[in-house]
């Protein structure tokens, strides 16, 4: 696991609590002692789950700058709710109830996370 606070655009340091996926040929374009350290670029696919003391707009906020900042997919997951917001570039967030698995999608072909180990 990696750590990853970036400095967005918008001159904000985020601090996910998170999964997150960067291809090979960006971990291969970082020196070694970038790889020791905090990355400083958004991840192309990512995963927040929200703690109970979260809240919802701002995570959503969150999420919205991920996107801004590159982030190519993201699954926003709320136990509380049992709903997962999914944010892909160019596209509206999609709403889920309870769903059983979600998809990588063309980001992570072949990935499915099993949500009843989330649930």
Do not use: H
């Not at 090979?24 to 002692?33: A, S, V």
């Not at 709403?95 to 499915?112: H, M």
């Amino acid at each position: 696991m990696f750590q990853f606070f970036p400095r967005l655009s918008t001159s904000q340091w985020r601090y996910p609590f998170s999964q997150f996926w960067i291809p090979i040929e960006k971990w291969n374009n970082l020196t070694p002692e970038q790889r020791e350290r905090f990355l400083s670029f958004c991840p192309d696919f990512l995963i927040e789950l929200m703690s109970p003391c979260d809240s919802l707009s701002d995570t959503r906020e969150k999420m919205k700058e991920y996107l801004e900042n590159g982030m190519k997919l993201g699954w926003l997951i709320n136990r509380k709710s049992r709903q997962v917001e999914i944010y892909c570039a160019g596209k509206d967030v999609e709403i889920l109830d309870s769903p059983q698995t979600l998809s990588g999608e063309d980001i992570l072909p072949g990935f499915i996370l099993d949500m009843t180990i989330i649930w």
